[in-house]
Protein backbone atom coordinates (compact mmCIF):
# COMPACT_ATOMS: atom_id res chain seq x y z
CA UNK A 1 0.00 0.00 0.00
CA UNK A 2 3.10 2.10 0.30
CA UNK A 3 3.71 3.26 -3.39
CA UNK A 4 -0.67 4.39 -3.35
CA UNK A 5 -1.79 7.95 -2.31
CA UNK A 6 -3.94 7.88 0.81
CA UNK A 7 -7.79 7.53 -0.67
CA UNK A 8 -9.08 10.33 2.07
CA UNK A 9 -6.54 13.06 0.28
CA UNK A 10 -6.76 12.05 -3.31
CA UNK A 11 -10.48 12.09 -3.34
CA UNK A 12 -10.25 15.02 -1.09
CA UNK A 13 -8.01 16.99 -3.53
CA UNK A 14 -10.74 15.81 -6.07
CA UNK A 15 -14.18 17.16 -4.88
CA UNK A 16 -12.87 19.73 -1.87
CA UNK A 17 -15.02 19.58 0.97
CA UNK A 18 -18.36 18.02 -0.49
CA UNK A 19 -20.02 15.61 1.08
CA UNK A 20 -18.58 12.01 -0.28
CA UNK A 21 -19.55 8.70 1.17
CA UNK A 22 -16.45 6.77 2.78
CA UNK A 23 -16.26 3.34 4.10
CA UNK A 24 -14.29 2.74 7.32
CA UNK A 25 -12.88 -0.72 9.01
CA UNK A 26 -12.63 -0.40 12.90
CA UNK A 27 -13.18 -2.22 15.62
CA UNK A 28 -13.13 -3.29 19.74
CA UNK A 29 -9.95 -4.77 21.51
CA UNK A 30 -10.87 -5.89 25.02
CA UNK A 31 -8.57 -6.38 27.77
CA UNK A 32 -8.31 -9.39 30.25
CA UNK A 33 -10.73 -7.52 32.58
CA UNK A 34 -13.32 -7.16 29.89
CA UNK A 35 -12.26 -3.26 29.40
CA UNK A 36 -12.60 -1.82 25.91
CA UNK A 37 -9.65 0.13 24.24
CA UNK A 38 -10.59 3.72 23.00
CA UNK A 39 -8.84 6.34 21.17
CA UNK A 40 -8.89 9.90 22.19
CA UNK A 41 -8.81 11.23 18.58
CA UNK A 42 -6.84 13.97 17.98
CA UNK A 43 -9.01 15.83 15.14
CA UNK A 44 -11.78 16.05 17.69
CA UNK A 45 -10.55 15.22 21.31
CA UNK A 46 -13.21 12.65 21.75
CA UNK A 47 -12.81 9.04 22.29
CA UNK A 48 -13.52 6.77 20.04
CA UNK A 49 -13.18 3.37 18.41
CA UNK A 50 -9.36 2.08 16.53
CA UNK A 51 -10.42 2.18 13.02
CA UNK A 52 -9.85 4.66 9.56
CA UNK A 53 -10.80 4.38 6.09
CA UNK A 54 -10.25 1.31 3.82
CA UNK A 55 -7.63 2.26 1.71
CA UNK A 56 -8.10 1.19 -2.49
CA UNK A 57 -6.88 -2.43 -3.06
CA UNK A 58 -7.64 -3.11 0.45
CA UNK A 59 -10.46 -5.72 2.46
CA UNK A 60 -12.31 -4.23 5.72
CA UNK A 61 -10.23 -6.77 7.84
CA UNK A 62 -6.97 -5.42 5.97
CA UNK A 63 -7.90 -1.93 7.02
CA UNK A 64 -8.67 -2.72 10.67
CA UNK A 65 -5.31 -4.43 10.91
CA UNK A 66 -3.58 -1.66 9.36
CA UNK A 67 -5.27 1.05 11.39
CA UNK A 68 -5.18 -0.62 14.77
CA UNK A 69 -1.56 -0.99 14.67
CA UNK A 70 -1.29 2.57 13.05
CA UNK A 71 -3.29 4.44 15.84
CA UNK A 72 -2.65 1.72 19.02
CA UNK A 73 1.01 0.04 18.64
CA UNK A 74 -1.18 -3.56 18.92
CA UNK A 75 -1.16 -6.61 16.34
CA UNK A 76 -4.62 -7.88 15.97
CA UNK A 77 -6.58 -10.63 14.39
CA UNK A 78 -9.68 -10.14 12.98
CA UNK A 79 -12.63 -11.82 14.75
CA UNK A 80 -16.01 -11.82 14.19
CA UNK A 81 -18.13 -9.28 12.62
CA UNK A 82 -20.20 -6.76 15.05
CA UNK A 83 -22.08 -4.75 13.03
CA UNK A 84 -22.29 -2.47 10.29
CA UNK A 85 -23.66 1.20 10.53
CA UNK A 86 -24.83 3.00 8.21
CA UNK A 87 -26.12 5.73 9.88
CA UNK A 88 -24.15 9.00 10.08
CA UNK A 89 -23.64 12.61 9.00
CA UNK A 90 -20.08 13.08 9.39
CA UNK A 91 -19.13 17.08 9.48
CA UNK A 92 -15.01 16.95 10.63
CA UNK A 93 -13.50 20.53 12.01
CA UNK A 94 -11.45 20.48 8.62
CA UNK A 95 -14.83 20.86 6.90
CA UNK A 96 -14.91 17.70 5.19
CA UNK A 97 -18.33 15.70 4.92
CA UNK A 98 -19.09 12.57 4.91
CA UNK A 99 -21.79 9.75 4.74
CA UNK A 100 -19.80 7.12 6.41
CA UNK A 101 -20.51 3.49 6.69
CA UNK A 102 -18.53 1.65 9.30
CA UNK A 103 -17.73 -2.04 9.47
CA UNK A 104 -16.67 -3.36 12.96
CA UNK A 105 -15.27 -6.13 14.19
CA UNK A 106 -13.93 -8.11 17.22
CA UNK A 107 -10.05 -7.79 17.29
CA UNK A 108 -7.87 -10.27 18.71
CA UNK A 109 -4.09 -8.63 20.45
CA UNK A 110 -1.48 -11.05 18.91
CA UNK A 111 1.57 -8.63 19.73
CA UNK A 112 2.51 -5.30 19.62
CA UNK A 113 3.19 -2.39 22.45
CA UNK A 114 0.58 0.22 23.30
CA UNK A 115 1.31 3.16 22.27
CA UNK A 116 -0.47 6.15 19.78
CA UNK A 117 1.32 7.33 17.09
CA UNK A 118 0.03 11.35 17.91
CA UNK A 119 -0.68 12.07 14.37
CA UNK A 120 -4.27 10.59 14.85
CA UNK A 121 -4.07 9.76 18.59
CA UNK A 122 -4.07 11.98 21.79
CA UNK A 123 -4.43 9.06 24.45
CA UNK A 124 -5.14 5.61 24.48
CA UNK A 125 -6.76 4.22 27.66
CA UNK A 126 -9.08 1.22 28.64
CA UNK A 127 -12.55 1.23 30.00
CA UNK A 128 -15.45 -0.06 31.86
CA UNK A 129 -18.39 -1.00 29.37
CA UNK A 130 -20.21 0.76 32.26
CA UNK A 131 -18.05 4.04 32.21
CA UNK A 132 -17.32 5.08 28.85
CA UNK A 133 -16.83 8.66 27.87
CA UNK A 134 -18.80 10.38 25.36
CA UNK A 135 -18.00 8.66 22.10
CA UNK A 136 -16.81 10.35 18.79
CA UNK A 137 -20.32 10.01 16.99
CA UNK A 138 -23.14 7.87 16.59
CA UNK A 139 -21.98 4.63 15.19
CA UNK A 140 -19.23 4.55 17.89
CA UNK A 141 -22.44 4.70 20.18
CA UNK A 142 -24.26 2.22 18.04
CA UNK A 143 -20.95 -0.52 18.28
CA UNK A 144 -20.71 0.20 21.87
CA UNK A 145 -24.46 -0.58 23.09
CA UNK A 146 -23.90 -3.53 20.63
CA UNK A 147 -20.63 -4.93 22.06
CA UNK A 148 -22.55 -4.25 25.60
CA UNK A 149 -25.41 -6.36 24.54
CA UNK A 150 -23.22 -9.13 23.44
CA UNK A 151 -21.17 -9.24 26.51
CA UNK A 152 -24.44 -9.27 28.42
CA UNK A 153 -25.52 -12.67 26.45
CA UNK A 154 -22.04 -14.73 27.03
Known sequence: MADKPNYIKWIRSKV?????????AGGCILNEEGKVLLQRRADTAKWG??????????????AVIREAKEETGLDVEVGNLIGIY??????????????????????????GELFGDREETL???YF??????????????????DIIRKRKNI
Do not use: R, W
Request: aromatic letters at 8%; one cysteine or more.
Open 16 to 24: GHEKIILVF
Open 49 to 62: FPGGAIELGETPEM
Open 86 to 111: TDSEMKYPSGDEAHSICIAYELKTTG
Open 123 to 125: ELQ
Open 128 to 145: ALNELPELFCKQHEELAK
